[in-house]
């Protein structure tokens, strides 16, 4: 669905499918072996068949989908407001009533799809019959509207008045319970494609097909025949060793500790998990474990791993790689300096923190570097990120230093039910990230650091 | 029971239209007579090899993913409650995006203005009126010190956020992205500096923030893009989109190239989510599925779908451990699938109007949902029998 109102000879694309399928819902529900069971309506002395009440249509909804109660009133609900059902006591009310309150199925003739657009014409002549057949019958806006479209289609003005004697004299002409339901057909309809309250509606535009289009899909299918691709029984199951892993951290799932501040309105939890504590939470360090991304993204993890590649002497890689990003994921206009400040410090010879490169890409940085663009850096950052992520990250979650860390971590003890349940706890408002940002900015211009810095780290 | 009807030309008018009508048609025929051969024997060469392709697809599709699912526990009953409403939209909230702090969130709407709350709170912090309705994407940086928007003023905007309550934050916006049609999403990359937008004219673009330069489009849509996620991948270069062309597109960020294409859905994509790892992603579509891609095995793995479940899905977003996926509805509920097994395992109600957007929140404890009803819900888990502090306070 888009909000393009140039329908290019659009039709109502999404409504479509979703009325299609209401349809599928609508037939079965008529099935005469397992349909709804149907009952007579009283009007009076007439008696109207094929009516049912809305509890029955719940019954079999529920029934028929295995969905619970609620959701059956939901659906049931779609059915009435979208005009497959309608309600016989109060038309005007479109509502699906779980008790006794009669409906009848609208008949196909008169389905918002099947008659699709409704015209004007028709609807102007819907309304001249109701004037006709008593005066004043017409409501407020039914009225507007009648006048609106006398203006408008005022040429064919005398053809609607005729329409509408005729279609009257012939219904005259049939049995008084069909006359009472081809009635209520009629206005079911019209309160569903002519509501009081106009809703907007959506069109989409609609696909175009040419060569160019066709050649184009024929250029992607022949690319795409090419790909590699990995066997499903490999692929999935990382999907659920992935969950697994995740488990103990996901609060929809398991909940967190000490407790999940939307519920009890203590941000214990997120001040505990603040960018930079002093000691962190179990649950984090754990997570570093998981892959060299997560330790990588989080600023305590990347800052205890620079801890231990400093006493490995191989600190440079980290340096040069958060460098990298910094010129990747920077302003443009700094792409030139920070490209310069790089070489200077770690891919000149004799530079002071100079990073094993292999020759190969070695070279073709080099090159790349006379014409510096923000991606000049990505092969010798790869090259760097797997070196880091397959000798180094290893032995660090094998490290004294990490295991420390572990055992020091806090788990947090699970807040305990109060003693008051009915006190409400006073929720307290945080800093502003943006009014943190502009502090430290302006720390940071008085001691003028200068530097390899991330620009673009958060800080929460 | 209609009769039938005359129209209200003359004569004279009809023939006229009629002989207009029939010279144009005889001019594209004469036209197209000899491109329609090709024309058709295009069309063949593509359903060939789309056919080869699915074949292809399908050789090393050895298991399914409910199969492989059958060894996992089956979740325990979720509780899944909204306790927070925002409400100061004036009108149907088309788009939110929650900060990285967690709590704050931005949202826009119909009636042109931009809000920034503390949900938490529930305090608005900032409002900003723009001069185009239907404001379609909003997204919060990742330093949480600007927001960017956008829609149907065919542009996105990055307004930095400024805590003086003097300023007028309108008069500091930025625009940056410049389209040909209206922007239907937007995001920022790693940092305030890059923002990728995707747009109904059928391009998604990335941009330069400061300078408000074009660095690279992507073209391949053949309809309405209507949204976008970057991957969380190591390499962090990849995005996907999806679009009216029923397609999902996989897009590397540095060549333009369309690296992946999925074509399974009947009808609009809506929405596009990365599954946390990476490795794949999530589509919700008006033919009322969502499904799920991987991207190593290069093929649609699951497809969440109801017979209950009738209207379009516009919206949808992966729990932290993927586990879940939260998806909106134009029926005004949000279904929750287990991913895995590919079962529904619950459906909240409240909302009085259309799904727009399900976000959950950045470490997982709660999930927001914007719709037409001109109200953003929080709503979170209850499910797991700990005992946590009840507090009975203002809903």
Redesign the interface.
């Known amino acids: ?4 109102t140039l329908a290019k000879g659009g039709c109502h ?2 409504q479509m ?2 009325f299609r ?2 349809e599928k ?1 609508i037939v079965a529900m008529q099935d005469p072996d397992m349909g709804m069971k149907m009952r007579n309506q009283r009007l009076l002395i007439t008696v109207i068949p094929h009516a049912m009440t809305g509890h029955d249509i719940i019954a079999w ?1 529920t029934h028929k ?1 295995r ?2 109660e ?3 009133l ?2 049931g609900n ?1 059915l009435v407001k979208y005009g497959y059902i309608y309600p016989l006591k109060e038309p005007r009310c479109l509502v699906l009533r779980p008790d006794e309150s009669p409906y009848r199925f609208q008949t196909p ?1 008169f389905w918002t799809s099947t008659r699709w657009p409704a015209s004007e ?2 609807y102007a ?1 819907y309304l001249a019959k109701k004037n006709i057949r008593k005066q004043g019958e017409l409501m407020e806006y039914e009225k507007e509207r009648y006048s609106l479209l006398h203006k408008r289609i005022n ?2 003005w005398d ?1 609607v008045v005729m ?1 509408a004697r ?2 009257l004299r012939a219904s005259k002409q049939r049995r008084k319970a069909d006359r009472i339901v081809l009635e209520c057909q009629e206005q079911a309809y019209w309160l569903i494609n002519r509501p009081p309250v106009r809703s907007i509606t959506l069109y ?2 609609q ?5 160019d ?6 250029e ?3 690319k ?2 090419g ?1 590699n ?12 060793k ?6 103990n ?8 500790l000490p ?9 214990a ?2 001040t505990m ?1 603040a960018e930079i504590v002093p000691v962190p939470t179990r649950l984090r360090v754990e997570r570093w474990s998981f892959s ?2 997560e330790l990588l993204n989080d600023a305590m993890g990347r800052r205890e791993f620079m801890t231990y590649l400093e006493k490995e002497f191989s600190a440079e890689n980290l340096y040069f790689w958060q460098a990298c ?1 910094d010129i ?6 700094k792409i030139v300096e920070k490209v310069e400040d790089i070489y200077k410090n770690f891919l000149a010879p004799g530079a002071a923190r100079w990073v094993n490169i292999d020759s190969k890409t070695m070279d073709k940085t080099l090159e790349g570097i006379k014409r510096p663009h ?2 000049v850096m ?1 092969d010798a950052q ?1 090259h760097i ?1 797997f070196l880091m992520k397959k000798d180094s990250y290893p032995r660090y979650l094998k490290s004294d230093l990490y295991k420390n860390m572990l055992a020091k971590a806090i788990v947090p003890q ?5 003693v008051f ?5 006073q ?4 800093p ?4 943190t ?2 502090q430290a900015a302006e720390e940071e211009g008085l001691a003028k650091g200068a530097g390899a810095n991330s ?6 | ?3 039938e ?2 129209t ?1 030309s003359t004569g004279a008018e009809k023939c006229r239209r009629k002989i207009r009508a029939v010279t144009v048609l005889l001019c594209s025929l004469f036209y197209c007579e000899q ?1 329609r051969e ?2 058709e024997s ?2 063949r ?2 359903e060939t ?2 056919k ?2 699915e074949e ?2 399908n050789k ?6 409910h199969q ?2 059958e ?2 526990e089956v ?1 325990s009953a ?1 509780s ?1 409650k909204t ?2 409403v925002l409400k100061g939209h004036g009108n149907k909230v088309l788009c939110m995006d929650w ?6 969130m931005v949202s826009s709407s119909q009636d042109g203005k931009v809000i920034v709350w ?1 949900a ?2 529930l ?1 608005k ?1 900032h409002g900003v009126p723009l001069p185009c309705t ?1 404001v ?1 994407a909003c997204a919060y940086a ?5 927001i960017a928007c956008g829609g ?1 003023d065919n542009k996105c905007s990055v307004i ?4 003086d309550k003097n300023e007028n934050l309108a008069a500091k916006k930025k625009s940056v992205a410049m389209h040909t ?2 922007v ?1 999403g937007c995001s920022f ?6 923002l990728l937008t995707s747009s ?1 004219d059928g391009t998604c673009a990335l941009w ?1 923030v ?2 408000g ?1 074009l ?1 690279q489009s992507f073209h ?1 849509h ?3 893009v ?1 949204s976008l996620d970057l991957a ?1 991948s ?2 962090g270069n990849t995005f996907v989109s999806g679009g ?2 029923m397609k999902a597109n996989v897009w590397d960020m ?1 060549s333009g190239q ?1 690296i ?2 999925f074509e399974s859905h ?3 994509i ?1 929405c596009v989510k990365y ?3 990476g ?2 992603f999530a589509s919700a579509s ?3 599925t969502c499904r799920f891609y ?1 991207l ?4 649609e ?1 699951a497809v969440y779908q ?3 479940i ?3 899905a ?1 919206t949808c977003d992966f ?6 996926l939260f998806a909106g509805y ?4 949000i279904n929750v699938w287990d ?2 097994k590919g079962t529904r395992a619950t ?1 909240l ?1 409240g909302h009085e109007n259309r799904v727009s957007r399900v976000r ?1 929140s950045p ?5 927001c949902s914007a719709s037409w009803d001109s109200t953003l819900r ?1 709503s ?5 029998g ?8 203002k809903q």
């Not at chain 1, 407790?259 to 309105?265: K, V, Y």
């Not at chain 2, 729990?319 to 879940?324: A, P």
């Not at chain 2, 979170?380 to 797991?384: E, N, P, Q, R, V």
């Not at chain 2, 700990?386 to 306070?393: A, C, E, K, M, Q």
Request: overall charge negative.
């Open positions: 669905m888009t909000i393009n694309r999404e499918a979703c399928k209401m819902v909804l989908y969905i619970s609620e959701e059956s939901h659906l779609m003739y014409l028709d002549i040429h064919t053809f329409q005729e279609q989409c535009i696909l175009y097909c040419n060569s289009y066709y050649k184009r899909e024929i992607a299918c022949r795409a025949l790909r691709r990995v066997k499903s029984s490999i692929c999935l199951e990382g999907f659920l992935y969950s697994e892993q995740y488990l951290h996901d609060p929809i799932m398991q909940g967190c407790s999940n501040p939307w519920i009890s309105d203590d941000t939890h997120w998990n060299f991304m990003e990747r994921h920077g302003e443009s206009s923000r991606f990505d790869m990120y699970e807040t305990k039910k109060s349940p009915f006190m409400r706890r929720r307290h408002s945080s502003s990230p943006a009014q940002a502009t620009a673009a780290g958060s800080h929460f | 029971m209609q009769e009807r005359l209200s491109s090709t024309l295009l069309k060469e593509s090899l789309k080869k392709l292809e697809r090393l599709n050895d298991v399914e993913l492989v699912a060894k996992v979740l979720l899944i306790r927070r900060c990285k702090d967690k709590r704050r503390d938490f709170t305090n912090e239907w379609l990742p330093s949480g010190c600007a149907l930095p956020l400024s805590l049609n209206y239907s990359t790693n940092s305030d500096m890059q109904g330069d400061e300078s330069q660095l391949g053949t309809a309405d209507l969380p190591e390499t009216c062309d540095r369309n992946q294409s009947e009808s609009d809506n599954y946390p790892s490795d794949a008006d033919d009322a991987d190593r095995a290069d093929r793995v109801k017979d209950s009738i209207f379009g516009s729990s932290l451990s993927g586990r879940l134009n029926d005004y509920a991913v895995l459906i109600f959950v470490d997982g404890t709660a999930l929080v979170w888990s209850f499910s797991t700990s005992n946590y502090i009840f507090v009975l306070g």
